[in-house]
């Protein structure tokens, strides 16, 4: 018998192959079916419809309606379709977004025992390292640990304990604005890390290459890169966490292990000089200082409790730096877009301050004006818009629909913040819409404006010191420099059209402005901040 030509042979095995493949999704459909099926029939006995959301394909499910790009724009596009609520499912996974202040207030504060929880990634958790962080932590007992002692040093009365190193790195921000403003992304960084590493660790750092800003700036590429939804299929699909990292496609492997070197860096490294500087007794004021030697003035203390100071020390960057400098972007960048924004703020700052001194903290009550440009920019670019995801710990039933315990609950900040109803031109920078308004006064779940630092239990446990922070050097720089369209070769203005990176934490991209001193008299008072003591 004639044995078959090797065009044969390549044909029968290619057939054979696609009919593996096709077995092997016919099984997966119904596998992904029949648990679904379980799920609304089991665990959804009055046979509840799930909220609503674009239809779903066989096997896949809602996997290509979850966006690993332009996150806002895609997501609120569903909004705009769905209403309040976006329910999306993918390989067993479920998630679903919350659009509007009334349900983000009715889940994640009324009912906050059932949505305070965090979804364990995959890529964050087991293969970045970030486990360690209070801010991704599971709800409970541990994560209860870690807040209490992170509240008790950076709660809202706390606050003020910090305010002569956030002026004298505002200060130091405006001498480094004066003599290279191009850079301002740098500057920004410098700043937020200076004022972080003294605060946390009381380490001052480099003016150039510092180490420590090197380390978490690698590990903050990586956390904000696998924070949105979807954005790695490991996290979709786990069994891929076991593939080599030689295999093609695994590349998020060999990325992850980079970002866990980092990740560990981070939260070692600046608490082990912390903890030499205490043994050779030079350490300066600090939270990690003062917590350690609150353990060893008790004497009876664990490996654990020393690990929880480590880890809350080691959140601070994380949760603090680039959403500052993101913030402080967005400022610059508004004020370019917006010049008679920069005039009413300066006919304010002159008329309270003068010209002989820099603004300072207990000139806040009298320039609202000033206040009413830092509640603008976190509403109109919330540093995380769509925040960090909580997940529900049990089935719930909301507003006639069924919510699956497990559920991944996206508070979509951008879209609660930018509700033409309570901000009408959203799109728009007007600070003027929080003059005589006592909203975002103190950031309460009762106030809109509270979402910009997250929701429910899980709030930004900082947002005190970090608003703060901004503020003053907001005050400061309003006051001394002029920020205007940058010219091109012929003294022409330059457009700015605004364009923002996507992730987690969103930045303004980069822009072309100018900055100079206002006056003499304004160049003289950055100067001369160099002599100040604080």
Known sequence: MALPSLDAVSLSNTLTGYHATALLLVVLYLYLTLRRWRIRHQRNPANLPYPPGPQPWPIVGNMFNIARDNECAAYQKLAKQYGDLVFLSAFGKNVLFVNSFEAANELFEKRSSNYSDRVQSIMSHELMGWDFSFGHMRYGDRWKKHRRIFHSQFQQSAAPAYWSVQRREAHALLRRLLHSPDNLFYHLRHNAAAVIMSVIYGINIAEKEDRYIALAEKALEGMGRAASPGAFYVDIIPMLKNIPEWVPGASFKRQAREWRDAVMGMRNAPFATTMQDMKDGTAQ????????????????????????????????????????????????????????????????????????????????????????????????????????????????????????????????????????????????????????????????????????????????????????????????????????KALDEYGRPIEVVPAFSSGMICHPLSFKFSMKPRSAAARFLIEQTENSVF
Request: aromatic residues 10%; charged residues 20%; proline residues 8%.
């Open 285 to 484: 004021p600090s939270f990690v200082a003062t917590l350690m030697e609150e353990l060893y003035s008790k004497g009876n203390f664990s490996d654990d409790d020393i690990e929880t100071i480590k880890n809350c020390a080691g959140l601070s960057y994380a949760a603090g730096a680039e959403s500052t400098v993101s913030t402080l972007a967005s400022v610059i960048l508004a004020l370019v877009l917006n010049p008679e924004v920069q005039i009413k703020a300066q006919e304010e700052l002159d008329r309270v301050v003068g010209h002989d001194r820099l603004p300072d903290f207990n000139d806040r009550p009298n320039l609202p004006y000033t206040t009413a440009i830092l509640k603008e920019v976190l509403r109109w670019n919330p540093v995380a818009p769509l925040g960090l995801p909580h997940m529900s710990t049990n089935d719930d039933e909301f507003r006639g629909y069924f919510i699956p315990g497990g559920t991944i609950i996206v508070g979509n900040s951008w879209g609660i913040l930018h509700d033409p109803v309570a901000y009408p031109e959203p799109e728009k920078f007007k600070p003027e819409r929080f003059l005589g308004h006592p909203e975002g006064q103190a950031f309460t779940p009762t106030d809109r404006l509270s979402s910009a630092f997250g929701y429910g239990r899980r709030t930004c446990p900082g947002k005190y010191v970090a608003e703060a922070q901004v503020w003053i050097s907001i005050a400061c720089i309003l006051s001394v420099f002029d920020i205007r």
